[in-house]
């Protein structure tokens, strides 16, 4: 059984607490690998501790019954639901003694023979006080000559060993040496820190697995290629090798990954944090340590009054150009064999997209080529207002510029097409474009979101290209324009997100109210936040990091969104 199996596996048997702590006995049973054989009851014999074993690959942890029960009673409370987490404090105050209520939970998974092996780890300083309320669940423990505890789970066994303050369960008596008496040097950055978290440590998998692992994967690919009977198939082909190589690159060349989800009652969300890392001196390591904060053009966009934003400002390095320039000529060309086989267009018209979608990639490559990305968009949103800006360095703006207007002389002449206006005015040295479209009379909602004629403007740079949408949008571009120099350091992430729900819903209530949108508003109005959801994505060493935080406004909207939902379908509740 795969290691994602292994590490999933516990979490889905834990539906209540009492399944939770049987789980973690069950779930070692259960994903027990063929390479160890199955010790009955009967037999009371154990192999000897495996010699070809590593330190751990995967540690898993769950945070402390009380940190569970406190985290999940705000939760369930927020989003309008206190009976589940009185419910989950109930069977937790009834199970769960013995168990050290303030230290978190582990599963251990290092490699013996190279297969993974799960190890469960438990606070408490009596397993035979737990197992013996378990009792239902999983019938009376045997006790072997060295202390030894065994159980059976269905047709596995589990062998339990107390080890001073934590007790450790695994499907082998044999995998139970592995356990480390105190194993909370392993939590370091886990445990506590998190409702549920694990850490991988990939150059824990030795060489020798990691490339059968590969040759699985190749193996599979290879297969699927052979059903490949397309025109386009061999432009396929050079995509997925292309993905290929770089998961083989990940595989080989990643250190570590880490995942956490952590309910914050103090801040009152829910936040899931990520990082990863390479090893040092690695392709890998050159990509992500080559990326960096620079001053940007259009940090401004970071603005407290918005209904979002989005900014990412980074030096790319050479490695990473490379690989992105390898990934877009493949793409390219795979969407060349694409067009081939488009039955609805001419010879003439395959050759204008194909032209016009090489200008583009050209574009971009050269942009990605200079060293360095800059990108932010910014929307203003409330009653009776919306407005959205974006702006992006690029190599050649005026290059921009003739693009769309290359576009515009080949759409002039089709029906209800758009009107192009170029060259209109300068403004700081940025030259002002605009596109216009009719709104159908019909579509009530677009009328009263941007009147009878939609307008989209477009300001080309020498570096830089902007585009605003949105009634006196014009505006909004040229304050962009006007901070594009205020920015000259870079004490900030590579790249943040930040939505806020409130005004988005205020909006689009003026525009088409209902029973759902209004349900949203109240509950945000009665929030402690506007429904906000923030992105942070930073660089590490050799790695990045990144982090989102739920705000506690935003899951009572999207419960009031459901409620009220059940609510039409006939009042159907949780």
């Known amino acids: 059984m795969g290691l994602w199996n292994q590490l999933v596996r516990p979490f889905t048997m834990a539906r209540s607490t009492t399944a939770m702590v049987a789980g973690w006995v069950a779930c070692v049973a259960i994903t027990m690998s063929p390479a160890i054989a199955q010790e009955r009851l009967q037999s009371g014999s154990a192999p000897a501790a495996a010699a070809n074993a590593t330190e751990p690959v995967l540690v898993v942890t769950l945070g402390s019954i009380n940190k569970l029960m406190q985290d999940i009673n705000y939760l369930t409370s927020a989003v309008g639901q206190p009976q589940a987490g009185g419910m989950f404090t109930m069977l937790a105050g009834t199970f769960t003694q013995g168990i050290d209520m303030d230290m978190p939970i582990g599963v251990l998974v290092p490699l013996v023979d190279g297969a993974p092996q799960p190890i469960a780890v438990i606070p408490t300083t009596d397993v035979k006080s737990i197992l013996k309320r378990l009792e239902a669940q999983t019938g009376p423990a045997d006790e072997l000559d060295d202390g030894t505890l065994v159980i059976a789970v269905g047709v596995n066994t589990v062998y339990i060993r107390q080890l001073g303050n934590w007790a450790a369960m695994a499907p082998s008596k044999a995998l139970l040496d592995l356990a480390p008496a105190d194993p909370t040097t392993l939590f370091n950055g886990l445990g506590n820190d998190y409702d549920i978290a694990f850490r991988l440590q990939m150059q824990q998998v030795p060489a020798a697995t990691r490339g059968m692992l590969i040759a699985q994967i190749r193996q599979g690919f290879e297969q699927a290629m052979e059903k490949q009977d397309s025109a386009d198939a061999e432009a396929t082909r050079e995509i997925a090798d292309g993905t290929m190589k770089q998961l083989e690159q990940f595989i080989n060349d990643t250190d570590s990954l880490m995942f956490g989800l952590n309910i914050d009652q103090p801040n009152r969300n829910v936040s899931i944090n990520t990082s990863f890392t390479a090893v040092a001196g690695t392709p890998l390591a050159d990509i992500y340590g080559g990326s960096k904060p620079i001053p940007s053009q259009f940090a401004s966009v970071i603005r407290d009054d918005a209904a979002a934003y989005y900014h990412a400002a980074s030096s790319i390095s050479p490695e990473a150009v490379k690989q992105t320039r390898t990934t877009l000529k493949s793409t390219i060309s795979s969407l060349g064999g694409a067009l081939e086989n488009e039955d609805k267009l001419n ?41 959205f800006v974006f702006g992006s360095f690029v190599a050649d703006g005026n290059e921009v510029a003739q693009i769309v207007k290359d576009l515009a002389a080949k759409v002039e002449n089709e029906t209800d097409a758009p009107r192009f206006k170029f060259d209109q005015s300068t403004y700081k040295g940025v030259t002002m474009h605009m596109i216009e479209a009719d709104i159908p009379a019909k579509e009530d909602e677009a009328r009263r979101a941007f009147g009878d004629t939609l307008q989209v403007h477009i300001g080309t740079g020498a570096k830089a290209v902007y585009m605003a949408v949105g009634r006196n949008s014009d505006s909004l571009l040229k304050e962009l324009i006007d901070n594009s120099t205020l920015d000259q350091g870079a004490d900030r992430p590579i790249g943040q997100l930040k939505i806020t729900l409130l005004p988005i819903l205020k909006y689009a209530d003026s525009i088409e109210s209902n029973d759902t949108i209004t349900a949203m508003i109240n509950a945000l109005l009665a929030a402690p936040d506007q429904g906000q959801l923030t992105a942070i994505q930073d660089s590490v060493p050799n790695g990045q990091s990144s982090v989102i935080h739920v705000g506690e406004g935003l899951l009572k909207a999207i419960s009031a969104a459901v409620m009220q939902s059940r609510q039409g379908n006939g009042g159907n509740q949780f």
């Open 347 to 387: 010879d003439q018209q395959r050759a204008d997209i194909r032209a016009m979608v090489d200008r583009v990639a050209d574009l971009a490559i050269a942009s990605i080529e200079e060293g360095r990305a800059d990108v932010g968009a910014l929307l203003l949103a409330d009653q009776n207002d919306f407005r």
